[in-house]
């Protein structure tokens, strides 16, 4: 294979010793123990996974100097730097990859191998390409990717799959590099001086499922209702879509950022569609795919208040659609407290609200609860301790954005966790639960802790959990049967909920941190699941990332395969790591403390590049607003973040903490 110019051409052609690589004018060897027998393959996995792994040293066999410490004075370093630079090396496709992008990366890792073997001082590099041992596709042709994030025993891996790729039999027909490259689904390099026990059982755990199916991957059509507020917020959907070889028809407003041109690889069409939320919007959608000159295979929505519309509009279609009723309970907060069975009232005014919390027998109690009927994002939430409390509180709240009903219920102060289900037919295919840490409204009443917002905005969720055993069980038995009594069956669900009664609460120890601990004299009641909402969809962009590093599971790959009723996708997609989780993940929410006009550059990259002893242990990070943007004031009733960060620590759930509460100081930005 060939790629460059004449001065930084390059070119790699086999001979019995080894692979000669041609670089400009200069011809240098780097070899590739080619006999098979030398060339250790292994499948580590059960036989269904379908992948055989091959491991082989690349080892320079010229006299070519080596690499300097800074990696790049070096000649020959230098002209491979500049192919990995030029265009041709780059590609415009979306993620994952065209074609010509997946042989540009092949070349890419070629270049990569060079430079790791003239930098390291034994002149070598250890690789590991990733083969199907039988005919098919890859269950999604990124799952590799995403069962190998944040994998400590290797680096740099490269996807070499695409959505439309289909593998033949041919690993045991494999003895060179070329021929095993090509064949490769993925390719990376191993960390040095690793015991082949520990990689093989680092593997194991994240890489014994089923990843080649039978057959060519069907192309399909999905209809997607409002497509996130931009890129950044729509990424993981649209790169599960192309993942699984989905064409998108992407409805949304006027104007929106994905009918832009630079995003047309995104989508297959763009409709535009007014989503306002009336008695004709399921007439709208059906208008709107009528639009289409093609055939649609499901709608879906990720947006609370557009689901029930969204599956009106798919069963009149005849298209995959979750039940209307439970939609109409789940997406209606009052609803969902009356389901749950405990005291709940839909307010329309400030004197209605007043007359009820003032009736003996209302069963209403302070501290309560007021939130909108319909609302999302904890927005218009409240805890109030006294009346005029609640009324500063119904007088916050945005009616207009929100609704002008709104409920009003008792608080319950046990510890809160987002649980996220994924159920087929009836059956829990997979469960997590994660700690969502008390917000500002949870420490009123503490002065000591008091915080300065006065908001149910998340700012910590903690993976996984740390409640005792027996009441994550009772969460995931309670939670499960709850969305079976509601008519769900399949899909996926993230769920939010209490403990009522639990044995824990949040303390702040002798470090400053605050976490779960034992009660020291506990209740006499015992403990029960306190249902706050249920979300027929995956959590926001932080968690889903979150769960998908944490766990291997991806949940906008699992939502988009029910909406087409592919189930056998979607019970691949959704088995975590053998060992469930990977390491503890803390989502470092910064949010919004006052509004104005944000003076910083990217807070996030600007954390990384002053602490690489914490970027080491951030997975992924988002700074939302840019130099000049306009920030909301939280007054208002709109409610963001600044930033967030996935942190991790494989030592401890302490250590994790401890690591968090640095990135949270550490990130520093200007709002005037």
């Known amino acids: 294979m060939t790629l460059g110019d004449e001065d930084t051409s390059l070119h790699v052609e086999h001979n019995d010793d080894g692979v000669l690589v041609k670089i400009g004018p200069n011809q240098h060897f780097f070899s590739y123990d080619l006999d098979i027998k030398e060339?250790?393959?292994?499948?580590?996995?059960?036989?269904?996974?379908?992948?055989?792994?091959?491991?082989?040293?690349?080892?320079?066999?010229?006299?070519?100097?080596?690499?300097?410490?800074?990696?790049?004075?070096?000649?020959?370093?230098?002209?491979?730097?500049?192919?990995?630079?030029?265009?041709?090396?780059?590609?415009?496709?979306?993620?994952?990859?065209g074609e010509k992008a997946v042989v540009e990366r092949r070349v890419e890792f070629m270049l990569s191998s060079l430079i790791r073997a003239f930098n390291s001082p034994v002149k070598?590099?250890?690789?590991?390409?990733?083969?199907?041992?039988?005919?098919?596709?890859?269950?999604?042709?990124?799952?590799?990717?995403?069962?190998?994030?944040?994998?400590?025993?290797?680096?740099?891996?490269?996807?070499?799959?695409?959505?439309?790729?289909?593998?033949?039999?041919?690993?045991p027909l494999l003895s060179n590099l070329n021929d095993t490259l090509v064949a490769s689904a993925g390719a990376c390099f191993i960390s040095e001086h690793l015991e082949p026990e520990t990689l093989h059982q680092e593997l194991q755990n994240r890489l014994s499922i089923p990843m080649i199916q039978h057959g060519v991957r069907p192309s399909r059509t999905l209809a997607i209702l409002e497509c996130g507020k931009s890129a950044a917020t729509g990424l993981g959907i649209f790169n599960a879509a192309k993942a699984l070889n989905i064409n998108v028809v992407a409805l949304d407003k006027p104007g929106h950022w994905i009918s832009k041109p630079e995003f047309a690889s995104w989508r297959e069409a763009f409709i535009p569609i007014d989503r306002n939320l009336d008695e004709g919007l399921a007439d709208r959608i059906i208008a709107a795919i009528e639009k289409y000159d093609g055939h649609i295979d499901g709608i879906i929505s990720f947006f609370d208040p557009l689901l029930p519309a969204t599956a009106a509009a798919a069963a009149r279609l005849g298209l995959p659609a979750a039940p209307a009723s439970a939609l109409e309970i789940a997406t209606d907060k009052h609803k969902t407290s009356e389901f749950d069975g405990r005291p709940a009232y839909r307010i329309s005014s400030l004197e209605e609200a007043i007359?009820?919390?003032?009736?003996?027998?209302?069963?209403?109690?302070?501290?309560?609860?007021?939130?909108?009927?319909?609302?999302?994002?904890?927005?218009?939430?409240?805890?109030?301790?006294?009346?005029?409390?609640?009324?500063r509180a119904i007088e916050s709240i945005d009616f207009e954005r929100h609704g002008t009903s709104f409920v009003i219920e008792n608080y319950c102060n046990g510890p809160e966790v987002d649980a996220n289900f994924v159920l087929c037919d009836g059956e829990l295919l997979f469960f997590e639960a994660s700690d969502d840490f008390p917000k500002d409204a949870d420490l009123a009443g503490n002065d000591d802790?008091?915080?300065?917002?006065?908001?149910?905005?998340?700012?910590?969720?903690?993976?996984?959990?740390?409640?005792?055993?027996?009441?994550?069980?009772?969460?995931?038995?309670?939670?499960?049967?709850?969305?079976?009594?509601?008519?769900f069956t399949s899909g996926f669900f993230h769920l939010e909920a209490r403990v009522q009664g639990s044995r824990t609460e949040y303390v702040k120890g002798k470090d400053g941190l605050i976490d779960l601990q034992d009660k020291q004299t506990p209740g006499s009641r015992s403990p029960s699941a306190w249902l706050i909402e249920i979300n027929a969809r995956p959590p926001g962009l932080q968690a889903s990332w979150a769960s998908r590093a944490t766990y291997?599971?991806?949940?906008?790959?699992?939502?988009?395969?029910?909406?087409?009723?592919?189930?056998?996708?979607?019970?691949?997609?959704?088995?975590?790591?053998?060992?469930?989780?990977?390491?503890?993940?803390?989502?470092?929410?910064?949010?919004?403390?006052?509004?104005?006009?944000?003076?910083?550059?990217?807070?996030?990259?600007?954390?990384?590049?002053?602490?690489?002893?914490?970027?080491?242990?951030?997975?992924?990070?988002?700074?939302?607003?840019?130099?000049?943007?306009?920030?909301?004031?939280?007054?208002?009733?709109?409610?963001?973040?600044?930033?967030?960060?996935?942190?991790?620590?494989?030592?401890?759930?302490?250590?994790?903490?401890?690591?968090?509460e640095l990135v949270r100081q550490e990130t520093k930005f200007t709002i005037s």
């Open 449 to 487: 802790s008091k915080g300065s917002l006065q908001t149910f905005i998340e700012v910590a969720n903690v993976l996984p959990s740390s409640l005792p055993e027996d009441e994550l069980e009772l969460l995931k038995t309670s939670l499960h049967q709850s969305l079976l009594r509601l008519g």
């Open 39 to 97: 060339l250790e393959s292994w499948s580590p996995f059960s036989a269904e996974s379908g992948i055989t792994i091959y491991r082989a040293v690349l080892r320079l066999k010229s006299d070519a100097p080596s690499g300097t410490e800074d990696g790049l004075s070096n000649p020959v370093i230098q002209q491979i730097s500049r192919l990995l630079q030029s265009p041709l090396s780059r590609s415009t496709d979306f993620s994952p990859y």
């Open 552 to 660: 291997g599971v991806d949940f906008w790959g699992l939502a988009l395969s029910f909406a087409l009723d592919d189930k056998n996708t979607a019970r691949v997609l959704a088995a975590p790591f053998k060992s469930n989780n990977q390491y503890w993940c803390q989502i470092v929410f910064i949010p919004v403390q006052k509004g104005g006009v944000f003076e910083s550059g990217d807070a996030c990259q600007d954390l990384v590049q002053r602490h690489p002893e914490l970027a080491v242990n951030i997975s992924r990070s988002l700074c939302f607003f840019k130099r000049g943007d306009r920030v909301p004031e939280p007054s208002s009733g709109i409610l963001t973040w600044i930033a967030y960060y996935l942190v991790f620590s494989r030592k401890s759930r302490r250590d994790l903490l401890k690591i968090a």
């Open 355 to 391: 007359a009820i919390t003032g009736l003996k027998d209302s069963n209403l109690f302070y501290p309560l609860i007021v939130k909108p009927c319909s609302g999302w994002g904890s927005e218009g939430v409240f805890r109030v301790e006294t009346e005029t409390e609640l009324i």
């Open 124 to 171: 070598q590099t250890e690789i590991l390409l990733f083969v199907s041992q039988r005919s098919g596709h890859l269950v999604r042709s990124d799952i590799l990717d995403i069962r190998l994030t944040d994998c400590p025993v290797i680096e740099g891996f490269v996807n070499l799959a695409n959505s439309t790729r289909t593998f033949t039999d041919t690993a």
